[in-house]
């Protein structure tokens, strides 16, 4: 069932939806300004546009950029100087979650926490003898 929920733009009232993440008004503001965005990089020469120039010639928030960047609605493969933060580092990237640099970190990290998890069963194994007991009262 449908949520009542406030937007996170504006702070008004409505009813959640999958699709959008704002109220009505605050998606039809938003919807104007990807439209000027979108006309501003589709002449040639700001293809290549910084994403301080697109925000500075347009208006648009750097958040309204990642967001439609991130949804896939300004591609990095036509327009290549857009992109978003990685979820740890914060470094702009164009696909994903995580940059390069982050996601080798923590495969590495998980490999050696593989290693010292196998090392460690291996010692508790060697450590497990067979306990031989001798019965003295029987002689």
């Known amino acids: 069932?449908?949520?009542?929920?406030?937007?996170?733009?504006c702070g008004?009232?409505?009813?959640?939806?999958?699709?959008?993440?704002?109220c009505d008004k605050c998606n039809k503001d938003e919807d104007r300004l990807f439209r000027?965005?979108?006309?501003?990089?589709?002449?040639?020469e700001n293809r290549a546009a910084s994403q301080e120039r697109v925000m500075e010639v347009t208006g648009v928030t750097e958040d309204m950029l990642y967001k439609w960047v991130k949804k896939g609605r300004l591609q990095t493969r036509l327009f290549p100087n857009?992109?978003?933060?990685?979820?740890?580092?914060?470094?702009i990237i164009s696909g994903g979650k995580l940059c390069?640099?982050?996601s080798k970190d923590i495969?590495?990290?998980?490999?050696n926490l593989e290693a010292q998890e196998d090392f460690?069963?291996?010692i508790r194994e060697s450590q497990q003898g067979t306990y031989f007991t001798t019965?003295?009262?029987?002689?």
């Open 107 to 111: 495969t590495n990290s998980l490999k």
């Open 1 to 9: 069932m449908a949520e009542l929920i406030n937007c996170p733009r």
């Open 135 to 139: 019965n003295r009262d029987n002689k």
């Open 82 to 91: 857009l992109g978003y933060p990685c979820d740890k580092c914060g470094k």
């Open 100 to 102: 390069e640099s982050c």
């Open 120 to 122: 460690a069963k291996k």
């Open 36 to 44: 000027e965005v979108y006309d501003f990089l589709r002449k040639r």
């Open 12 to 22: 008004s009232i409505y009813v959640e939806n999958k699709f959008r993440d704002v």
